[in-house]
């Protein structure tokens, strides 16, 4: 019978600790998320409400973090980004060495499959360039003309001047007039 009782005490002992086992991975994947929360809304998100394309060419507006964001514009016409889940595309984080790789943290203004401008935030501004290095990284960073700060709606507006290229500007969204 002693036989009997260590081996229930063994199999109790084993049920206890496999209970505490469970809470404790548990209590540490809530931590993770309620982490996780905390530093996406410590941080301002711009969200672009539409794209305005003052050009005379079709551009494709492709958000690499969040494809459903891409929309194609005709020359000298605007689009809504707002979809049925979302109320416009938010502009992607691109801090290394956090956040990364920029490959997926960054809209991008293409033309003839050719990307014109790459877009993302970081620290208080949202930056924009043209080129990227051998690495795949922004060659050069610029702040968007406009309101580049972070935080809030805002309406992306592409022009194309002959001599400089296509640029980026940033404007209040019509949602906010």
Known sequence: M???KLLGQIGKGIVKTVELVGKGIGLTGRAISDGSVAVRT???VTELTSVFNTTDDTIRFINQESPRDSKEIL???AVSLKTDKTAGAWVAWFHPPRFSPFSRKRMEVVVDDVAVIYMWQRDDHIYWCNRLDSQGNPAKAYEVPGISHVGGKRMLVVRN???NGYSAFLSESVENK
Do not use: V
């Open 161 to 163: 001047d002959p001599e």
């Open 2 to 4: 002693d036989g009997l």
């Open 75 to 77: 020359p000298q016409s």
């Open 42 to 44: 410590a941080m301002p």
